[in-house]
């Protein structure tokens, strides 16, 4: 018999019922004047946008319904900042070829948007922050799209008319690309060139300006004089708020202060706290126990609740891929127990969410280096996985005294050794250093070879082609990418000492005391 074990701790909702209310609740709520002025807003925007038109709805076509999606919207640090009433089509009803094809939409890699705070803090440079307001409808809709009158908005004189779209709507499963060529087009229109490497990183030689695009948040990383114009500019096209240095950038906390730069998700994580009712727990200062064994569920097993604990992971997972690389291994080894998770998987990951709680202050910091380098540490725990051996790869990156990217993963293949799983650690590190080299050479900035950080000398001596062959004749050639490079000068290897390799909190779990070390090396706290 498996046994099932509620959560009662945890909270299925994702925000109290108040912040995120339907149609109904909201007008009959005590917030009903704040709201109703959100909805008439947003049918205000969409009018002057001259989103769509009354029309009969042509023999043979079917409108598609639409709803509000009413939120309330936090800054970085959880304060109010409006209230939010999205009018949004259900593209859940679109079918393929006949009112949609392509939708794919990039976004800009959130190791870049930590690089452009890196070189701000170095070279001294503010970082704006521009919205686009009501972004989707900005771009022409592509394809004849019916959609049905938004309630509590209908036209009393032809109830029976739908609307049809002559721009994009939010909720078309094609929305976001068609905003993004809009917004794309209007850029390079200004001299602007888009990074090869990054789609939504754009650079002007002529604007002396850097830019990360989100959907519709726009840093801007260059002089005032010429971020000013830029966003005379672009408003003409467009709806831009320019809402100032930037503060808050997807839920990160953005603190500019003597000279450094500051990023950390409290407002985030006192959300999840309340989420998941811990915001009186007990302080924990390791983020996994390093005795504790994960194993897959067997027949004897208390099962957790499958769903909560994926929303719990989930959440956690935003914070390890943002600001938080303490908690990577942690959240990545609980990761693979989402299937079929048990009381001690749901347990192990409140204890990260625990020393989130107690560690939320901690911040990335940017400032202080004199010179503008990349340094490398890559590390393996040959073996960690309980269940099938495979070795567990960590990797990270420093830039101006901070981390800018990190991995802790799980390797594809069994190592037959300890050389072998470095080496490959050391391969996938090489890879991220060769990712790093060409997007900085897109945005015109040119660095010294960076230098990768290992602890293991016999792998050092492998990647510079020095006699291993008997302990190394057996690793697939394609890890030998890093002896590559090596040779032809694109990066240095060099050996650390293994109570100064930093990648070893990626990798496995480690006792109170060196963990703090190494949050400390990565000036965390």
């Given at each position: ?27 009959q ?8 002025k959100?909805m ?22 079917k ?35 006949f ?104 650079i ?7 830019l ?21 500019q ?42 998941f009712?811990?915001?009186?727990s ?13 194993q ?22 935003h ?5 938080c690389p ?9 990761s ?20 989130g ?15 503008l ?33 990190w ?17 490959m ?7 991220e ?33 020095e ?31 293994s ?27």
């Open positions: 018999m498996i046994i099932v074990q509620k959560a009662p701790k945890i909270v299925n909702s994702t925000v109290k019922l108040d912040e995120k209310p339907t149609y109904e609740d909201a007008i709520g005590p917030n009903r004047n704040q709201w109703i959100a008439q807003d947003e049918i205000k925007s969409i009018e002057q946008n001259q989103t769509w038109r009354l029309v009969k709805l042509p023999p043979g076509r409108a598609i319904g639409v709803k509000r999606v009413l939120t309330v919207k936090h800054d970085a640090k959880g304060a109010i900042i409006k209230y939010k009433a999205r009018l949004v089509a259900k593209g859940c009803s679109q079918q393929f070829g009112d949609f094809d392509e939708t794919y939409a990039p976004v800009v890699r959130i190791e870049h948007v930590r690089i452009l705070f890196a070189l701000a803090a170095f070279f001294n440079l503010p970082v704006i922050h521009l919205d686009a307001k009501n972004a989707f409808l900005h771009g022409n809709s592509d394809f004849a799209i019916y959609v049905k009158q938004p309630p509590g908005f209908e036209n009393p004189a032809h109830p029976d008319s739908v609307l049809l779209l002559l721009k994009a709507l939010y909720g078309l499963k094609q929305a976001s690309r068609i905003w993004y060529l809009a917004l794309y087009d209007a850029i390079i229109n200004l001299g602007f060139e888009s990074s090869v490497f990054d789609p939504c990183i754009f002007s030689q002529q604007w002396h300006l850097l990360a695009i989100y959907v519709d948040d726009i840093l801007v990383m260059g002089p005032q004089v010429k971020y000013d114009e830029f966003a005379n672009l408003s003409g096209q467009f709806r831009i708020t320019n809402q100032g240095h930037v503060s808050s950038f997807l839920g990160i906390n953005v603190e500019r202060k003597d000279g450094t730069i500051r990023l950390n998700q409290i407002g985030y994580i006192n959300r999840m706290a309340q989420r009712q811990l915001e009186l007990i302080s924990t200062f390791t983020p996994l126990d390093h005795s504790l064994p994960l897959k569920a067997d027949f004897h097993s208390k099962r957790a609740d499958g769903t909560l604990y994926k929303e719990l992971t989930g959440s956690l997972n914070l390890a891929i943002c600001t303490d908690i990577s291994l942690a959240t990545s080894k609980l693979q127990f989402n299937q079929d998770p048990t009381v001690t998987h749901h347990n192990a990951a409140r204890r990260i969410l625990k020393y709680i107690s560690t939320k202050h901690f911040s990335i910091k940017y400032g202080g280096s004199k010179t380098r990349i340094d490398g540490y890559a590390d393996a725990d040959w073996g960690s996985n309980l269940v099938n051996r495979k070795s567990t790869t960590g990797y990270i990156f420093m830039m101006n005294g901070g981390p800018i990217s991995t802790s993963r799980k390797q594809t293949t069994v190592a037959l050794s300890t050389i072998e799983a470095e080496y650690a050391l391969s996938d590190a090489a890879r250093t060769i990712a790093h080299l060409t997007f900085f050479h897109t945005i015109s900035i040119e660095l010294p070879p960076p230098v990768l950080y290992t602890d293991n000398q016999a792998v050092e001596s492998i990647a510079k082609r006699p291993e062959y008997q302990r190394s004749k057996h690793i697939d050639v394609r890890y030998h990418f890093v002896r590559d490079h090596f040779e032809k000068g694109t990066l240095n290897i060099e050996h650390v000492l109570n100064e390799q930093i990648a070893d909190i990626l990798t496995k779990p480690l006792p109170r005391i060196k963990h703090q070390a190494i949050v400390q090396a990565l000036r965390l706290n």
